[in-house]
């Protein structure tokens, strides 16, 4: 191979090896057994020639990577996900590395893990499932594990890109009416007027925003308390967005207050007392864990950093290539 192309892991399916092995590219991938990279492992990854590297989004893309990626040579970066908020695309830019990302082909299973959190929260299936595997069920009752119904309630979608469109349709297909105007038809979508409207009116809340400065700690104290009492929060957009102390705090408060969290403000962390709420179901940061998409994602990865090196378009169609983030950038200094 002519050019040398790193992936700080192994990513599902061989696809994406094939697709570069076949453009010239030689492709290595980290053996290390830790499961997130340090700075100083990468830049030993990188070494003194690298045309383009694969990363993740556990990994620090600042300052630093992007220098001496530029100085091995490098011209792309893809970070094997959609979200990018620990890539620092200005530095990327400074450098003269184009950034990729991964959207597309996460959208609907992103969607669909919110949409489990959903009726995971709402029919308290953790909680269920931890009962009868602790021989605790000792005959039907009426009052066992009683939760909410979804049918006609309101759904609430903070973020509406693709993930949270996808959401939304999915559970407003399925469940729920997106509010009623004066009584009349149902009206099956509404753009809220506010944030705040769609914390006061929704049963079922799901983020879906980037996170930058702001959106960080989007759902605080303050919001949680307007929310309903009763209601279902859900997020599997990026930790930050939601301040988790407030929340641990705001789910002692309020017993039938339920959230469902695939991603955590410290992770691999949880907050302090998070873990003991019954009212929180919680999940690896797993929305996009299905082997179709994460083939995708490291199949796009691959076009993403091939699409640089050799120039567009390598293979296929071009438009199932993500556009590089920062590809308006001025040229580095
Ligand atoms: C996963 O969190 C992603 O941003 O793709
Ligand atoms: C419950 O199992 C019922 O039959 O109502």
């Given at each position: 191979?002519?050019?040398?192309?790193?992936?700080?892991?192994?990513?599902?399916?061989?696809?994406?090896?094939?697709?570069?092995?076949?453009?010239?590219?030689?492709?290595?991938?980290?053996?290390?057994?830790k499961?997130?990279?340090?700075?100083?492992?990468?830049?030993?990854?990188i070494?003194?020639?690298?045309?383009?590297?694969?990363?993740?989004?556990t990994?620090?893309w600042?300052?630093t990577?992007?220098?001496?990626?530029?100085?091995?040579?490098?011209?792309?970066?893809?970070?094997?996900?959609?979200?990018?908020?620990?890539?620092?695309?200005?530095?990327?830019?400074?450098?003269g590395?184009?950034?990729?990302?991964?959207?597309?082909?996460?959208?609907?299973?992103?969607?669909?893990?919110?949409?489990?959190?959903?009726?995971?929260?709402?029919?308290?299936?953790?909680?269920?499932?931890?009962?009868?595997?602790?021989?605790?069920?000792?005959?039907?009752?009426?009052?066992?594990?009683?939760?909410n119904?979804l049918?006609g309630q309101?759904?609430?979608?903070?973020?509406?890109?693709?993930?949270?469109s996808?959401?939304?349709r999915?559970?407003?297909?399925?469940?729920?009416?997106?509010?009623?105007?004066?009584?009349?038809?149902?009206?099956?979508?509404?753009?809220?007027?506010?944030m705040?409207?769609?914390?006061r009116?929704?049963?079922v809340?799901?983020?879906h925003?980037?996170?930058d400065?702001?959106t960080?700690?989007?759902?605080?104290?303050?919001?949680l308390?307007?929310?309903?009492?009763?209601?279902?929060?859900?997020?599997?957009?990026?930790?930050?967005?939601?301040?988790?102390?407030?929340l641990?705090?705001?789910l002692?408060?309020n017993?039938?207050?339920?959230?469902?969290?695939?991603?955590?403000?410290?992770?691999?962390?949880?907050?302090?007392g998070?873990?003991d709420m019954?009212n929180?179901?919680?999940?690896?940061?797993?929305?996009?864990?299905?082997?179709?998409?994460?083939?995708?994602m490291?199949?796009?990865?691959a076009?993403?950093?091939?699409?640089?090196?050799?120039?567009?378009?390598?293979?296929?169609?071009?438009?199932?290539?993500?556009?590089?983030?920062?590809?308006?950038?001025p040229?580095?200094?």
């Open positions: 191979g002519k050019y040398r192309v790193v992936s700080t892991k192994s990513m599902p399916g061989t696809r994406w090896i094939n697709l570069l092995i076949e453009q010239d590219c030689r492709v290595e991938i980290c053996t290390q057994k499961t997130i990279l340090s700075v100083e492992d990468i830049i030993a990854l070494g003194d020639k690298c045309d383009g590297v694969i990363g993740q989004l990994e620090d600042g300052e990577l992007f220098a001496a990626l530029s100085r091995a040579g490098g011209k792309a970066f893809s970070n094997m996900a959609v979200g990018y908020n620990n890539v620092d695309v200005n530095a990327a830019n400074k450098h590395v184009a950034v990729g990302n991964t959207p597309g082909v996460l959208t609907e299973t992103t969607a669909e893990l919110a949409a489990s959190l959903s009726l995971a929260a709402a029919r308290r299936i953790v909680e269920a499932d931890q009962f009868m595997r602790a021989g605790l069920y000792d005959g039907w009752l009426p009052h066992l594990f009683v939760g119904l049918k309101t759904v609430g979608v903070i973020g509406a890109g693709r993930i949270g996808a959401y939304a999915m559970m407003t297909t399925s469940y729920g009416e997106f509010l009623k105007a004066n009584g009349e038809q149902p009206v099956t979508w509404k753009r809220a007027a506010s705040d409207e769609v914390l009116e929704a049963d809340i799901s983020l925003p980037i996170l400065k702001t960080y700690h989007l759902i605080n104290k303050e919001s308390a307007t929310m309903k009492k009763e209601a279902i929060l859900v997020n599997c957009s990026r930790g930050p967005v939601v301040d988790e102390v407030a641990v705090e705001h002692k408060q017993p039938m207050f339920r959230v469902g969290l695939d991603v955590f403000e410290d992770e691999p962390y949880m907050k302090p998070l873990a019954k929180a179901v919680v999940v690896p940061h797993i929305a996009s864990a299905s082997k179709w998409t994460r083939e995708g490291a199949t796009l990865a076009l993403n950093v091939l699409g640089k090196i050799k120039g567009y378009p390598v293979w296929g169609d071009p438009n199932r290539v993500a556009p590089f983030l920062n590809e308006n950038a040229p580095p200094a």
